[in-house]
């Protein structure tokens, strides 16, 4: 594993190919018939219109009765610059909103236009744009038939640390944002969503100055939180939670904190939601041993079952461009869950009681022929 040092210092003079010219793109429809289908994780991807995908530190959301997905994320189309937080300095751009992209098959994407928008007039609104909005989710509530997204909110100096809340009767928005709040009085940062089978529906978070997670459950109308709080990895520092859920096993996909350097990610298991979970290792396999050190040099947003397709999810994560944040890459890479794990429990000489989860390099990639006709 790499020295957060020697992170940053790879950060720093990253190699040209981590960055593709802007002028080599995966431009879906003119994308020549030998590319049709095909993934380039780190090419700079164009909508259906031919304009830059703006879907950052996202995820997606599949709706069943159409077979549609939506792509929520950050656009950050806007210019770079330096903020001072209660830590350090960090690369910015000014909230613009939620971006939100809909397809289905996952590779040509339609822009839907900005689900949730900053405000440039309102100087105490959450969403003014000197502050931040970060990591957006959304799940589908049957009961209240509300798309309801969860973000991470801000102040510009980073000292806010809330859970932010949104709602919309349709997945292309507008959503309407209802506020923010510290869940159960702690901070929140790099945060995801996770809806299980049950219906149920969590809220995790980084906290305690990012050195542990903390796992919530919300209300039914999933607008609240519920009075039960987990803390994991206490004094481990890890961010950019992505769960889901395999064999009725719980899994979490996170990364070291590192700032926007790319870091090792670890992949950890659980039997119940709110733990205890163990750590399994690092999920990347193929590349270079520095690629697999840095998870292919880009941090983790989500991680998307793909319908159709058992035991097989979609790995999305974020190749930040700390100098210019709007062209930062999606790494997309196919997450499987398949086979035993390959060492025993450390310290107790038994076998966990998990499957081997790989997420696999590969430059170019494409998921099977007509997958998305399986979709239920």
């Known amino acids: 594993m790499l020295e957060k040092e020697e992170i940053f210092k790879a950060s720093s003079a990253r190699n040209v190919s981590d960055f593709p010219d802007i002028g080599l793109v995966l431009d879906p429809v003119n994308a020549p018939a030998q590319d049709r289908n095909f993934f380039f994780p780190g090419r ?18 599949y709706v069943p009765s159409t077979g549609i997905f939506y792509w929520y994320g950050e656009n950050k189309d806007g210019p770079t610059y330096y903020a001072p937080t209660e830590y350090e300095s960090l690369a910015r751009v000014d ?8 397809s289905k098959d996952l590779w040509l994407w339609k822009y839907e236009g900005l689900v949730l928008e900053g405000d440039k007039e309102d100087e105490s609104s959450d969403l003014y744009y000197k502050n ?78 990012n050195s542990a997670l903390h796992i919530t459950p919300l209300q039914d109308d999933y607008l609240e939180f519920r009075n039960v709080m987990s803390r994991v990895f206490v004094d481990q520092h890890r961010e950019a939670p992505a769960v889901f859920k395999h064999r009725g096993i719980y899994y979490m996909v996170t990364s070291d904190c590192t700032g926007w350097a790319p870091n090792t990610a670890l992949v950890h298991v659980a039997e119940n939601m709110l733990g205890p979970w163990e750590t399994a290792g690092n999920p990347c396999v193929g590349g270079t041993s520095w690629f697999r050190s840095t998870t292919f040099f880009s941090q983790g947003s989500f991680v998307l079952p793909l319908p159709g397709l058992p035991n097989t999810f979609l790995f999305m994560a974020d190749r930040w461009n700390s ?5 930062s890459r999606y790494v997309w890479l196919p997450l499987t869950v398949d086979g035993p794990v390959d060492e025993p429990v450390e310290g107790l000489f038994e076998f966990p009681f998990w499957w081997r989860v790989s997420i696999r390099w590969y430059s170019r990639w ?11």
């Open 44 to 61: 700079h991807w164009l909508d259906s219109s031919g304009n830059s995908i703006q879907a950052h530190g996202g995820g997606i959301l």
């Open 366 to 376: 494409k998921l099977p022929v007509d997958w998305e006709k399986n979709k239920p």
């Open 132 to 209: 931040v909005l970060e990591r957006p989710k959304v799940i589908y509530n049957e009961r209240s038939q509300q798309y309801v997204m969860w973000l991470h909110i801000d102040s510009a100096n980073y000292t806010k640390a809330s859970l932010g809340v949104a709602v919309s009767s349709r997945p292309e928005g507008p959503f309407e944002f209802l506020g923010s709040k510290q869940p159960h009085a702690f901070e929140s940062r790099d945060m995801t969503v996770f809806k299980d089978e049950d219906g149920t529906a969590y809220v995790v978070y980084s906290s305690e100055g």
């Open 323 to 327: 100098t210019e944040l709007r062209h």
């Open 95 to 102: 909230l613009i909103g939620v971006s939100c992209y809909s």
